[in-house]
């Protein structure tokens, strides 16, 4: 019951370019993780080599996509202004701030020692890039998103995992390791939640079957796809009226 | 030399609006508009009772709401052949737990040394982070201007020692201004006197018992406060925080740890 059945709450200001950057800076933060992990492997130079550029570029991506969406972009720089742990905005401001100049130094800077020590910053930075988007739309208000506060960073972190070995596959990377990852994320996502049917089966049913069958690149576009559209279609559901 | 404002006694003030004795009349949101230079947000016909404004917005920040209700017999009550006209001015409620406060990531939105939630439209860069952890819907971002604008609790005012534009407009006293725990006193007394006239279902809405605390600006209202928009249960979304975390953590951890087993293991 509300004043006329209007909406109590308003609805969320947000463009596209929020749901690109929870798609873009949570595949590029699950990417360093698991650059990271296979250089302490030290079994696939390509793939951690692969997983720096990858990283830095999301990084790169995703400054712009944020900036764009403020109403006053030219004070992006107030981000950094204060810290507040207690928002999740101001958490992951200076968490993309810390992935973006990690995950660049880790391809730039000089000498190996150092570049791997960035790559870490960055794989750690990059496993909050990957989870706290559901914690950012999550605590709020908005009955749509709330109601799922415990579950979004636990979709939003395997289907990012998922888009990290999608990614990493699409440019040539095969083995067992990012197969195993990528089947786990589609046995995740595949399990009864709460997102739509079309990006569920896109980020679940879908690659897992692929992948058993051994289609390993379709699998990888079809996570992709569903990683995506899961994202849209979570911003969307909070701007529906009155975000029930 | 020693500062004006330091001088000044400063007490946690709070607004009660009673919409008892509300006459619908909108003063308080012409006064706002004219003090606080509040842009129009749209000329238009809602066809729902006097009300063309309907809630409060980036560009709204006092809004008289008129609830009509079905007659009933009492003090206040209307000749049997008419239906009953509530009206009530809306504000924000400048929570003592604020949403809108805790989320800002620029600290563009603090607290005032009254006590009111403001929002310095200097540091605001309109990231809408406010917009859905307000349990209200009352923040909102102005689409030509891009930053996020509410209620000021006419804070240049109180810091000249003056009450805010609405409550010093209100013919009737609706609109009372001053310190909080005296006009929760004076709102305690008001309802014991309504109730005792007969007027039951007179409600003092102000939620104590919530995550929000209470709130600085509370209603006294006819009915269910629903229906002027004030929630039974509003909860302040920094209470999911923990939980939501907790989940992030989780995930993370499963992410990390799956990542290095399978590496550890891997063949090409």
């Known amino acids: 019951m509300t004043y006329y059945d209007l909406p109590l709450l308003k609805p969320p200001v947000w463009t596209w370019e929020v749901p690109a950057y929870f798609f873009v800076g949570g595949a ?5 993780v698991l650059g990271v992990a296979a250089r302490i492997a030290g079994n696939d130079e390509k793939l951690v080599r692969d997983a720096r550029w990858i990283a830095a570029i999301g990084a790169t991506v995703s400054g712009p996509l944020l900036v764009a969406d403020l109403g006053r972009p030219e004070r992006f720089l107030n981000m950094l202004r204060v810290f507040k742990p207690q928002s999740p905005m101001s958490v992951g401001a200076w968490t993309l701030a810390l992935f973006g100049a990690s995950s660049t130094a880790a391809l730039f800077l000089p000498g190996k020692t150092l570049r791997d020590v960035a790559a870490t910053l960055s ?12 914690v950012l739309i ?16 636990i979709h939003f972190g395997a289907s990012a995992l998922g888009s990290a070995v999608a990614l990493l596959e699409l440019r040539g990377n095969r083995s067992d390791a990012l197969n195993a990852l990528g089947l786990g994320a589609a046995l995740f996502e595949s399990l009864p939640g709460d997102s739509d049917a079309l990006s569920h089966a896109l980020s679940g049913t879908v690659p897992l079957v692929l992948r058993l069958f051994g289609k390993r690149k379709a699998a990888a576009v079809s996570s992709l796809l569903g990683s995506l559209i899961t994202r849209y279609a979570w911003v969307g559901a909070g701007k529906k009226k009155g975000g029930a | 030399m020693t500062s004006a404002v330091s001088s000044v006694h400063v007490t946690t003030t709070g607004f009660f ?7 619908g009349c909108k003063a308080c949101e012409v006064a706002c508009k004219e003090w606080n230079d509040v842009p129009h947000d749209g000329f238009f016909w809602s066809g729902l009772s006097y009300d063309n404004t309907l809630g409060l917005g980036h560009s709204t920040w006092r809004h008289v709401k008129f609830v009509e209700h079905e007659t009933k017999i009492g003090a206040g009550g209307n000749d049997a052949s008419y239906s009953t006209w509530q009206f009530s001015s809306d504000v924000c409620k400048h929570c003592e737990h604020a949403g809108c406060l805790e989320a800002c990531p620029t600290g563009s939105i603090i607290r005032t040394e009254f006590g009111g939630v403001y929002v310095q439209p200097d540091i605001c860069n309109g990231c809408g982070y406010c917009v859905v952890t307000c349990p209200f819907g009352v923040i909102d971002r102005r689409p030509d201007d891009g930053r996020a604008f509410k209620c000021t609790f006419c804070y240049d005012r109180q810091k000249a020692g003056e009450q805010p534009a609405c409550a010093k407009a209100c013919p009737t006293e609706s609109i009372l201004f001053g310190d909080l725990e005296q006009l929760e006193r004076a709102a305690d007394a008001r309802i014991a006197k309504l109730h005792a ?3 039951t279902d ?9 995550s929000v605390g209470g709130t600085h600006a509370f209603f006294l209202v006819r009915g269910d406060p629903r229906e002027y928009n004030l929630p039974l249960n509003p909860e302040a979304p920094q209470t999911l925080l923990k939980e939501s975390w907790s989940a992030a953590a989780a995930a993370a951890g499963v992410m990390a740890l799956g990542a290095l087993v399978a590496f550890a293991f891997n063949r090409r």
Request: net charge positive; glycine share 10%; aromatic share 6%.
């Open chain 1, 28 to 32: 590029a933060g699950a990417v360093a």
């Open chain 1, 123 to 134: 794989a750690a930075s990059g496993l909050v890039m990957s989870t706290y988007t559901g």
């Open chain 1, 138 to 153: 999550g605590a709020t208000s908005i009955p749509a998103w709330n109601r799922h506060a415990n579950t979004l960073p």
């Open chain 2, 17 to 23: 609006t009673d919409s008892t004795l509300c006459i």
């Open chain 2, 197 to 199: 006239a007969g007027m």
């Open chain 2, 202 to 210: 007179a409600t003092l809405w102000n939620p104590k018992q919530t």
